[in-house]
Each structure stands twice: as C-alpha cells, then as structure tokens.
C-alpha cells in the first residue's frame, strides 16, 4: 500500500486497529524541515518492555513486547510506501474494550470547557438516556392522575419534603417507560399514606444473579438519622467492587419495617435467597432475618459495632484501658476459648457487669465476633483488621441534608459513575499486568487468572511471606502440622508483635487449613499458608483454592454453568414470563459484552426465523461453520478475493454470503511469488513478499467480524486488511461503470463486476493465475 502523506497512515491504521481492537502509538518518525514525513513506525500501544526500576515496579505495567506495528517510508514519487506491516499480537485483543484506550478517548464538549476552566468534574460521565417529555407526561399521568398526597412527620410514616413525592413518581415513571424489568413497592398504612418504599432496577436484578452468594444491607442512614432514611442492598462483583442490588426507604427501625423489607426484595430476586448476609447490629434486623430467611447465614458489622462502642464507652474513666481490651479480645482472638478469656478479663477488670449494652452484645457474640464466624466465605465484606473502613454505596452523594429530590436526580449518575469504574477494571485487567513482586510461580499461576483488584490482595500476601517463620511440628502420615510465627507491625508502624498461627497440610488431597481462616473469609489464601507451601517446595497451589468467583471471566463461568434443561409451562401465561426471563438475561449478556449491535442483528435474525411459516416448534436452529472442508479447499487470489468482499448484486458470486477462504501458506506462495496484491491499494504495489511475510497461521478460535462475503479466516493473514475499509480509499467510478486508475503505470483497470478467467490479464500486466 502506499499514502499521500502521513495523515492518511495514521487515520487508516487506527481505523483498522480500533476494528481489531488495539490502540496505537507513534514507535519512530522522521520529518523534514518543510514538514514532509520521511519515515513513520506506527505500533500497538502494548509494543516494548515493561520497566522494572523500582519507581516502575508497582505500576501496572500494560506492555508486553506486542510486535504488530506497521511502517512507511518516502519514496523517489513522492509517496509513503509500506515497507513492513506485521499484525500478529501476543495478547488477547478486544473491541468491545477498544473504547478505554487512550487513543481513542474523547472529551465531550462541556468536559472540555470545565477541563479549560479548571472546574471540577474534568473526567467525563456518559449521561442517561433522557424520555420525552410529552410521553413521559402521558405516562405519569395515566398512572397517577390528578391525585394529592400530603406526606406526615409522625412515626410509622414516610418522612417527605416538598416536592420529594412528585419526583418519586416522576422517576418510577420513567425507570419503568425505560426497563419493564424495574421493580417497585410502597408499603401503605390504613389511611393510604406512604410508610416504606423499595425499588431495584432491571441491572441490579441481573447482577443478582451473578452475586448473590453475599449480600450486606447496609441501613446506617436509617441509624444516623438523615433527612432521607436510605437504606441499600449490597452486593460485591469480581473485583472487589460494591453493586448496588436494591434501594429502600424506610420510616422507622422496628421488626415489621426490617421484614417486609426482606420479603420485599426477596420477591424481587425471584424467590432466590443468598448465602450469607451482613447488616447493622439492630434487635428489629435480627428479628426479621431469623423470620424471613432462617436459613442464611447472618452476621452483623464489625466496623458499625466497634464505632458504635466507642461513642458508648467514650465516656467511662478508664476508657482507653476498656477499647484496648476490647480491640485485643474481638480482632486478636484465634480460638473461641481465647475470646471468651480474654472477654472476661476486659468485663471482670473494668468492673463492667452492669453494662447491659455489652451484656446484649456478648449474647449475640456468634454473629459478629470474627472467630465464630471466620468459617463462612464473605468475599471481604466486613472488615477483621484494625483501622479498617467500609464506605457506603452513595458516599459523597448523601448527607445529612440531603433531600429525595435531590438524591434522585443523582441516583442514575451515581450508577453510571459505579458501572464505568466497573468497565474501567473489566479494561484494566484485560489490557494490563501488575508487576510482580517475587520470583513464585505461584503469583504468576494466579495472575493469568485473577482480576487486577484481586490480585493485588494475593499479592500483598505474597510480599508478608518475608516476615512469616515456619516450623515444623509433627507428622502424622500424609498429614503434616506447622507453626508460622508472624511479626506483625502495630498501628504506629514501629512497635511489633509476634503471634503464632497453626497450619496444617494434606499431601495427599492437597488440602490446606490455617487457624486464621483466611481463605474460608475472603477466598484468597493468607501469607501462613502460603509460606508453609513455600517451606514445603510446593511451586503451585492447588486447584481447590484458585475460586471461580475472584476470576476475570467469572462471568462467562456462570453463564456457562446453568443448567442446560429450560422449563416447558403448560399454560401461555407462565410461558410468556419464562420466556420473558430468559430474554432478560439475553440483554444482560449483551449489555455486559458490550455488544449491542450484534445483539440487535441477532435479535432480528430470531424474529424473521420465528414468523417463517416454514420453522415449527420442533425445529433446531443451527449455526453454520465457515471452515472449509479440507479435500476442497476453496483459494480466493487476485481480482476474485476482493470480488467477494464488495459484492454489490450487480455481479459476482451470487448468494447471501458465498465462502471465500485463503488458507495461509496458499497466499504467500500463491500471493508472494506471482505478485498478486488485492484490489483496494492505492497506486503502484508495494513488495508484497515483505507485506505476507511471517504472519500467523488461521486461528480458528477468534472471531471477526467482517463484511459479507469474505472468510473471517482471511484477515488472521493480514492480507485482506485493506478490504475492511476499501470505503476509505474508493476511487471515484467513470459513468461507464470503469475504475478511475490511481496506479503509477497510469494504466486503466477491468470493471469491479468483471471476473478473471483463464490465463486474465492483471492491472500490472502480468498474468494471473486461473480463476
């Protein structure tokens, strides 16, 4: 191929990589005074080597020594001419990700008058998608009408400001005009006043049912009394990050609020209950939870506890004495004969067995203590450390003055915030590789696997192994016995202390069980562990403690493990809503694949298929392999190739998609010896022995998606690149249906519909090969 300039290349070859999906960066260049380019290296932004001086190393690092990269040069007319085009990568590339690379991220307007401005807010946020206003004024009044609601101060209902009960119907209005799947109720007294609001929307249910092994209801706005009593559902993705399941706003902290809050939600997800659940210490929670959901495994939160202890004890003289005893018997505790000790002592010396709010605590003690409950898994979402915080969902968007109306006009930004930090991480772990900080192959077993957030916690454990001693106990058979002294760093980062940890090992099963029950909370084995698999020589760890859950297509994983055998409902309407679900979570996967218009294409495709009159409802639908069949492999040269490819009705082969297919070697003996290039390049041919070279051969397990009628097998050559965006470079047609010639021989080409035949005549004059 050849270019005019410098301009051409760059917009060509970023065009092709925002299709492939990778971005592009500037290698080398060369300009002379008067601005002409005499040399251009175009590269994938993950081209060169990762740096590991120490400033670097706890970077993520994005490079892998990637070569694909293409490069021009200035010829004697004038022209920039490629002289190497190499397009293999060694990394996973992604179009749907394209988006977050910085080649292609773009300001919108008001972004860029703030970033000029120095306002806050310079980072841009898609906004939502906005009804009309005439239509959503139809539907706001069909469902409501005309009528007046007055909102009351008095306990048992809603406490509304002015203008807060217009907007909570303007807004259920409009979730529900743009997603039949949101889900509402209000709770009404006897007089039809408002005492408690739930509602979910159509992508919280779907996150659901990826995440609903650990669920926190978080109610502390309801406890700290704000203007608006908030209360949320909580859940936690792979990596690591909050999503929201569910929103309520509730008028008073009794029992029967609390229970048909959870049935509520409950009947939202369908009837589908968690595994485990962590709220606020509350006497009316615990009752609605042992009433409505017995069955799940139910913890109150650590940090709520603590916080709340110390504005309790604050006031007594040897205050200081009581949380130090406090902190030591709840976080340092190993065993349960250990905590009730030292709970003992902290109540016996403090002279505190009059204490009725620590007396309520220590009955309740098997929900929140860390060592009664350090059995279950928890995916990290309540704190066992010191100095450890948990952020609330809405932080930053709720105070104490907060109004409802105010909070719904943000509560979609905030979401769409949260879901960009959440395809931010999808990019972030896709394109880019954390630095290691040992030699173990075991970090780099699980940096394939994990997500960047994740990973960074095993990590840390792997950097504590230095400061971790093991010893060997006893052996019992295939069952061996350690001691790992740990010294661990105080508060002020100087003192330390020394605790010893029991951890035991199965060679046999592989199996693995420490003390502290690292693995069992968080589902990352702790720096014990895996310092007795380092004393042990073990190079990797068992496949039982690499979950599912903390990987970065955890995802595709779940979709992949449903149960294969749909329901069949007797009556229509049982099967209108089946269907009705599995539709839904069609969109949820396309939504979260970020393939939308793929998605639309196939959804038409299924619609055409169910109105043929010809298709019954025993008829399997059936995707149609590409591949060719090897006894007749079907080679597409010359003038044929791009024929396929551009294919307008007017000529060619006939067919809604007719098989084109170049297998690689086929091209670059076929291609390289008799100079063949595709139509579609500008001007004279560059060396095609160095264009075809060393690429890689078909790889059937990537998907392109590419124009009708060409083989998506062709474009893993790279020769069939030029065909992707032939529009680009269309020279204009004389009325006689004849391509205007742009070569530099000035010789005039065969019509596009016209085929070779025989011993046909090539642009050049050479001839070509039999059609």
Same mark, same amino acid.
């Given at each position: ?10 917009? $060509? ?11 592009? #960066?500037?290698?080398?260049?060369? &300009? ?10 175009? *590269? ?24 694909? +990269? ?19 990568? =060694? ?8 988006? %977050? ?33 005439? +239509? ?7 469902? &409501? ?16 400001q002015p203008g807060d009960l217009e907007a909570l119907r303007l807004f259920f209005t409009r979730m529900q005009a743009k997603n039949a799947n949101f889900f509402n109720v209000i709770d009404l007294d006897d007089e039809g006043c408002i005492r408690n609001v739930f509602w979910a929307d159509a992508r919280s249910r779907a996150m659901y049912e990826y995440y609903s092994d650990v ?53 939202? *997800? ?5 595994? /485990? ?43 200081? /004495? ?32 009059? =204490? ?10 098997? #929900? ?18 010191? =100095? ?5 969902? %809405? ?11 105010? $909070? @719904? ?30 030699? &173990? ?47 661990? &760093?105080?508060? !002020? ?14 060679? !046999? ?44 297509? %955890? ?42 218009? @793929? ?61 084109a297919v170049m297998q690689a070697s086929q091209i670059q003996k076929g291609g390289a010896e008799r100079g063949i290039v595709p139509a579609g390049y500008i001007g004279v041919p560059a060396n095609v022995q160095q264009f075809v070279a060393n690429q890689a051969a078909i790889r059937p397990s990537i998907v392109y998606m590419v124009p009708s009628g060409v083989d998506p097998h062709?474009?893993? =050559?790279?020769?069939? *690149? ?6 680009m470079f269309q020279v204009p047609q004389k009325p006689n249906g004849t391509v205007q010639d742009t070569s530099a021989n000035g010789k005039k080409k065969r019509p596009r519909g016209q085929k070779l035949t025989g011993t046909s005549q090539l642009s050049n004059g050479t001839p070509g090969p039999s059609g």
């Amino acid at each position: 191929m050849v270019f005019n300039n410098h301009t051409e290349v760059n917009r $060509f070859y970023r065009k092709y990589a925002r299709r492939v999906g990778f971005g592009v #960066s500037v290698r080398r260049s060369s &300009f002379s005074q008067e601005g002409t380019c005499l040399y251009l290296e175009l *590269m994938c932004c993950k081209g060169g080597r990762p740096r590991y001086e120490p400033k670097f190393r706890k970077r993520a690092s994005s490079t892998t020594n990637c070569p694909a +990269k293409i490069r021009v040069k200035l010829w004697g007319d004038k022209l920039l001419h490629v002289e190497l085009a190499n397009l293999d990568h =060694n990394h996973p590339v992604s179009p749907a990700m394209a988006r %977050f690379l910085n080649s292609y991220k773009q300001l919108s307007g008001p972004a860029k008058r703030r970033m000029r401005m120095g306002g806050p807010g310079s980072m841009p946020v898609e906004e939502p998608s906005k009804m009309p206003v005439d +239509k959503l004024g139809e539907l706001e009044e069909l469902l &409501f009408g005309e009528s007046k609601h007055h909102s009351f101060v008095e306990r048992g209902r809603l406490k509304l400001q002015p203008g807060d009960l217009e907007a909570l119907r303007l807004f259920f209005t409009r979730m529900q005009a743009k997603n039949a799947n949101f889900f509402n109720v209000i709770d009404l007294d006897d007089e039809g006043c408002i005492r408690n609001v739930f509602w979910a929307d159509a992508r919280s249910r779907a996150m659901y049912e990826y995440y609903s092994d650990v669920i926190t209801l978080d109610t502390s706005y309801v406890v700290s009394k704000h203007d608006m009593p908030l209360a949320t559902f909580i859940g936690v993705n792979h990596h690591g990050q909050s999503v929201l399941m569910g929103c309520a706003l509730l008028s008073d902290e009794t029992a029967e609020t609390y229970s048909w809050l959870l049935k509520s939600w409950i009947a939202c *997800m369908s009837g589908n209950l968690p595994k /485990a659940i962590v709220t606020d210490y509350c006497r009316g929670i615990q009752s609605a939870v042992a009433e409505v959901i017995p069955g799940v495994r139910h913890r109150m939160c650590l940090f709520q506890i603590m916080r709340k202890a110390a504005e309790r004890l604050s006031g007594l003289s040897e205050y200081r /004495a009581i949380n130090k005893a406090m902190h030591k018997a709840v976080y340092d505790s190993l065993t349960i004969d250990e905590f009730e000790g030292e709970w003992n002592a902290l109540i016996t010396c403090n002279g505190l067995q009059g =204490n009725d709010w620590l007396r309520s605590l220590y009955e309740c003690r098997a #929900s929140w203590v860390p060592v009664f409950i350090k059995d279950t898994f928890w995916a990290g979402m309540s704190v066992t450390q010191r =100095n450890e915080t948990i952020a609330p969902f %809405f932080d930053g968007c709720v105070d104490l003055k907060t109004t409802l109306k105010q $909070f @719904l006009g943000k509560y979609e930004m905030a979401l769409q915030s949260k879901y960009e930090k959440e395809a931010q991480a999808d990019f972030e772990t896709f394109h880019k590789q954390r630095p290691p900080v040992s030699k &173990f192959h075991m970090e780099e077993q699980l940096s394939k696997v994990y997500t960047h957030n994740i990973f960074k916690k095993f990590q840390d454990e792997i950097e504590a192994i230095m400061y971790c001693h093991v010893s060997l106990i006893v052996v019992d058979g295939p069952v061996s016995t350690f001691n790992v002294k740990e010294c661990i &760093f105080l508060e !002020d980062g100087k003192r330390t202390m020394s605790r010893v940890f029991a951890v035991t090992y199965n060679a !046999d099963e592989k199996g693995i069980t420490c003390i502290c029950g690292g693995f069992q909370f968080s589902g990352i084995l702790c720096r014990h562990s895996l310092s007795m698999l380092k004393f042990q020589l073990v190079r990797e760890i068992p496949p039982q403690y690499i979950l599912d859950r903390w990987k970065k297509d %955890f995802r595709q994983l779940h979709v992949m493990g449903r149960p294969p055998n749909d329901l069949v409902p007797n009556n229509r309407v049982d099967r209108y809503d089946y269907l009705s679900m599995r539709c839904l979570q069609l969109v949820d996967s396309a939504v979260l694949s970020d393939k939308y218009r @793929l998605a639309l294409r196939l959804v038409r495709e299924m619609e055409k298929f169910l109105l043929n009159s010809n298709t019954h409802d025993d008829t399997q639908p059936r995707i149609k392999s590409r591949v060719p069949k090897v006894n007749k492999p079907n080679i597409v040269t010359g003038q044929n190739m791009v024929d396929a490819a551009t294919d307008n009705g007017n000529g060619g082969p006939k067919g809604p998609e007719p098989p084109a297919v170049m297998q690689a070697s086929q091209i670059q003996k076929g291609g390289a010896e008799r100079g063949i290039v595709p139509a579609g390049y500008i001007g004279v041919p560059a060396n095609v022995q160095q264009f075809v070279a060393n690429q890689a051969a078909i790889r059937p397990s990537i998907v392109y998606m590419v124009p009708s009628g060409v083989d998506p097998h062709a474009f893993g =050559n790279g020769v069939l *690149m030029p065909v992707m965006y032939q529009q680009m470079f269309q020279v204009p047609q004389k009325p006689n249906g004849t391509v205007q010639d742009t070569s530099a021989n000035g010789k005039k080409k065969r019509p596009r519909g016209q085929k070779l035949t025989g011993t046909s005549q090539l642009s050049n004059g050479t001839p070509g090969p039999s059609g």
